[in-house]
T-cell receptor, first 113, second 109 residues
Framework: DTEVTQTPKHLVMGMTNKKSLKCEQHMGHRAMYWYKQKAKKPPELMFVYSYEKLSINESVPSRFSPECPNSSLLNLHLHALQPEDSALYLC????????????FGQGTRLTVV | EDQVTQSPEALRLQEGESSSLNCSYTVSGLRGLFWYRQDPGKGPEFLFTLYSAGEEKEKERLKATLTKKESFLHITAPKPEDSATYLCAGRTGANNLFFGTGTRLTVIP
């Protein structure tokens, strides 16, 4: 089983809203990632968690706040987003940080209005 | 600067017409070269990992190879269902999975 589950699949939110994206994996992976992907562009790394600790933050604005409650769950809390934040948000997990492939979820299509 | 460059940007093939996609990379401390397939609006689907020059891996009509500077994804006798964007990524020493811009493949029946 190489499944990473993301919810919701689609989200429309206003610029003053607070919402959360959720990601879950049951493969025993200890590294989890958030990526942002704009149309016809490659995924760009936002955050990396290793053993439930934030290990990489790629200078992401504070209106995006990640959280890793346990080894199977990863959340991305959203607040006061801008229309340019509209994108496909992808969660991924890997067994470890080094030399291992990452498996991606199907993504959350976020639209900020 | 770490960089992954893919070519061509787009490729149209007739069904059964074999071809190759190219991924050239300059990644410091490369810890694996990865190939993914991505369908529109979906997450990338893992295909292959290559770790050292000379390594080859195969899966159905796809074969990935790696040299010290580039990787190729060979597609033999493609079918329309192989149409997708193929992404190449390098894992850096800092653990960033660094993606190329992809090759958009269309296979015409």
């Amino acid at each position: 089983d190489t499944e990473v589950t993301q919810t919701p699949k689609h989200l429309v939110m206003g610029m003053t809203n607070k919402k959360s994206l959720k990601c879950e994996q049951h493969m025993g992976h200890r590294a989890m990632y958030w990526y942002k992907q704009k149309a016809k562009k490659p995924p760009e790394l936002m955050f990396v968690y290793s053993y439930e600790k934030l290990s990489i933050n790629e200078s992401v604005p504070s209106r995006f706040s990640p959280e890793c409650p346990n080894s199977s769950l990863l959340n991305l809390h959203l607040h006061a987003l801008q229309p340019e934040d509209s994108a496909l948000y992808l969660c991924a997990s890997s067994q470890g940080l080094l030399n291992t492939e990452a498996f991606f979820g199907q993504g959350t299509r976020l639209t900020v209005v | 600067e770490d960089q992954v460059t893919q070519s061509p940007e787009a490729l149209r093939l007739q069904e059964g017409e074999s071809s190759s996609l190219n991924c050239s990379y300059t990644v410091s401390g490369l810890r694996g070269l990865f190939w993914y397939r991505q369908d529109p609006g979906k997450g990338p689907e893992f295909l292959f990992t290559l770790y050292s020059a000379g390594e080859e891996k195969e899966k159905e009509r796809l074969k990935a190879t790696l040299t010290k500077k580039e990787s190729f994804l060979h597609i033999t006798a493609p079918k329309p269902e192989d149409s997708a964007t193929y992404l190449c990524a390098g894992r850096t020493g800092a653990n960033n999975l660094f993606f190329g811009t992809g090759t958009r493949l269309t296979v015409i029946p």
